[in-house]
């Protein structure tokens, strides 16, 4: 590795002193808030991760920007990320750049991911401000001083969503979800990852089955509770698409067992308890005129209807006694566009809502709340989405029942449903531009070439680069020669892990479901788009 001439190790000091803690203590950003944990990854191939815990450092490469505490600005370091590295992504430069010489604090914890020992990782906490030391090493030479606590933990040591946490592709990454610097923490001192606070542990599904089954059997009061999510999780999934709540219902069906509420109704967070199927209020074991038991009819019905899920927000309301100004003042508050109104005994009477707050001042001088109050329309809480979009865009707005089908618990908008939808399109714009920017970059080969990563029963549809599946780029760039003619600086198993991960979470997508995509699965996506934006930037 080349060398440069001699030159003093520089310790970034004054503009950034106030943000790293000078002294070795927390910034006032981070007062309060404890160690923050980080990926630093010991270069692309691992080249620096035995110097790394040999010396006990933490370094990174992007040489060409030099000495980094000569940015005192994020504007200044992106200006010379642009002029340095001009395929690069300025923003993605910047964070880690930043991230690392000026974010990162004494006390922080360092993992590293051990790219020369597969299946390892070192954990250390960082002892010392950022330094630059080109004297060194030419192409490492921004440095962290670290104390390594263990330095070849193994990842199946790690909880699955840290382990993909600390997957990332990038150099440096801040690690911020699930309690991660307390995980982090505990690992290094037990070598045991403790999980999210309160997370039951996850089990495999006849364990879970066979603990349902005995906790009922020695206290049928008491059955086990678990949250919908945690129930998925021992299937190995995350969102309720109808393949997924078929075989759910279809195996806790095998052993006498149900869920109540359905696993179907509200948020992945909501609590259900794993029942006996006749101790369910709707007796599920009666059969239907073909011989299907009602449970299983209810399943199907189920996994076809797209639920309201988790959008709605619990509901605040006034009484039928309270003034117009009261109402008026209370929505102005919450920012409320709309507020129900109920009896004393709890009865519904409507919802006020700005537009009949003016029609009532219209109407008269002196209005009360009852002049203002308007209809409004109300539903199950495992209504079907799709038959509620007339009733949004007719009123805004819709009341929520709960599960015992009386009392008004919840609310949805138009705004929510918009908001939902808006989350759920975006892992699809996201992979239509990783599927374009990789059709365009595939515009390079041959029409014999492109044919080569089909099946041979397809090869004669295929023209042009637009004519291959999102799965067909995986088999075009698996071959060495093609991924040569390519020319692209990246690792090439990275990218076509990322394109198997996402083919995945595609497909997955295509079996419509309101529940979010998991962080894995997202984190997938997002890396494979970061590659690409590296390799194949949008021109």
């Given amino acids: 590795m080349g060398r440069v001439m001699e030159l003093p190790c520089r310790i970034l000091e004054t503009a ?10 927390v910034s006032e950003t981070r007062r309060g808030q404890g160690p923050a944990a980080w990926v630093v990854r010991g270069g692309q191939d691992g080249e620096v ?9 933490t370094l990174i490469s992007w040489f060409e920007l030099g000495d980094l505490s000569a ?10 990320a642009v002029r340095e590295y001009p395929n690069w992504s300025p923003g993605h430069v910047v964070s880690q750049t930043w991230g690392f010489a000026r974010e990162m604090e004494p006390g922080d914890f360092v993992v590293m991911p051990l ?20 004297a060194e090493d030419q192409e490492f030479p921004h440095v962290r001083a670290v104390e390594w606590l263990t330095k070849r933990l193994t990842r199946d040591q790690l909880k699955p969503d840290l382990r993909a946490s600390i997957g990332s592709l990038l150099a440096v990454a801040r690690l911020r979800r699930h309690e991660i610097p307390r995980r982090i923490a505990h690992l290094a001192e037990t070598g045991i990852d403790p999980g999210v606070a309160g997370d039951p542990e996850i089990t495999s599904v006849s364990q879970l089955l066979e603990e349902a089954v005995a906790q009922v059997e020695a206290d049928p009061g008491s059955p086990k509770m678990l949250t919908i999510r945690h129930l998925l999780a021992h299937w190995g999934e995350w969102r309720r698409t109808a393949a997924v709540i078929e075989r759910v219902s279809g195996e ?6 149900a869920t109540r509420p359905h696993f179907t109704e509200g948020s992945v967070d909501t609590v259900v308890a794993l029942v006996p199927v006749e101790k369910e209020p709707d007796d599920s074991t009666a059969s239907t005129s073909d011989g299907e038991t009602v449970t299983e009819t209810a399943a199907k019905e189920t996994s076809g209807k797209l639920r309201l899920g988790d959008l709605p927000s619990k509901v605040v309301s006034v009484l039928s006694s309270t003034s117009l100004t009261a109402a008026r003042t209370l929505m102005l508050r919450k920012r409320f566009s709309q507020v129900p109104v109920i009896d004393e005994d709890g009865v519904l009477r409507g919802a006020v809502t700005w537009e009949s707050i003016g029609k009532a001042y219209v ?5 009360t709340l009852a002049d203002a109050i308007t209809k409004a329309h109300v539903v199950d809480h495992d209504a079907n989405v799709l038959d509620l979009i007339e009733y949004l865009q007719r009123d805004g707005f819709i009341l929520v029942r709960g599960n015992d089908r009386k009392s008004v618990e919840g609310i949805v908008t138009a705004a929510d449903l918009s908001g939902k939808f808006g989350q759920h399109a975006r892992p699809f714009l996201l992979i239509e531009n990783a599927e374009t920017r990789l059709r365009n970059a595939s ?31 995986q088999h075009l760039l698996e071959d060495a020669t093609r991924w040569q003619t390519l020319g692209w ?32 699965q997202s984190q997938a996506i997002d890396e494979l788009l970061l590659l690409l934006d590296a390799a194949a930037p949008e021109g």
């Fill in 252 to 257: 806790l069906a095998d052993v006498g067992l």
């Fill in 363 to 367: 109407s008269s001088d002196t209005p």
């Fill in 49 to 57: 991760e035995a110097r790394a815990l040999r010396e006990g450092m």
């Fill in 115 to 134: 790219k020369t020992e597969p299946g390892k990782v070192a954990i250390g906490r960082v002892a010392g401000r950022y330094e630059y030391r080109p």
């Fill in 489 to 520: 600086r990246i690792e090439q198993g990275d990218l076509l892990g990322l394109l198997e991960a996402v083919r995945k979470v595609r497909n997955a997508l295509m079996h419509f479901s309101l529940d979010a995509l998991s962080p894995e």
């Fill in 443 to 473: 515009e390079i080969f041959t029409v014999e070439e492109l044919r080569a990563a089909v099946p041979q029963h397809q090869q004669k549809k295929v023209h042009e680069a637009k004519d291959l599946t999102f799965g067909n780029y």
């Fill in 16 to 25: 950034g002193s106030a943000a790293l803690g000078g002294d070795g203590a």
């Fill in 71 to 80: 940015y005192p600005t994020k504007e200044q370091l992106r200006a010379a």
